[in-house]
């Protein structure tokens, strides 16, 4: 499973750790993913997203018909 978000397509970003001797490491920030399932009323099914924290909040303002709707459009399959 890839680190990334259903909805805004947020993955890990890169850089550096840099200590107190300033040293520098290479490291990764992962994004807030959450997995969700959502009831679609329009199918009668359930489908389960991995979205981030910023997604869910999207969601719940949208409406999840509405997220669907544009995820489709861009050609995701569910």
Known sequence: MSRRCDVT????????AVSH?????????????QSHRYWLPAERRW????????????VDRKGIEKVV???????VRF
């Open 21 to 33: 001797s300033h040293r520098r490491t290479r490291r990764r920030w992962n994004p807030n993913l």
């Open 69 to 75: 709707a544009d995820l489709r459009t861009k050609g």
């Open 47 to 58: 489908i389960r997203l991995t979205l981030t924290a910023k997604a869910l909040k999207t």
């Open 9 to 16: 397509g947020a993955k890990p970003s890169f850089g550096n």
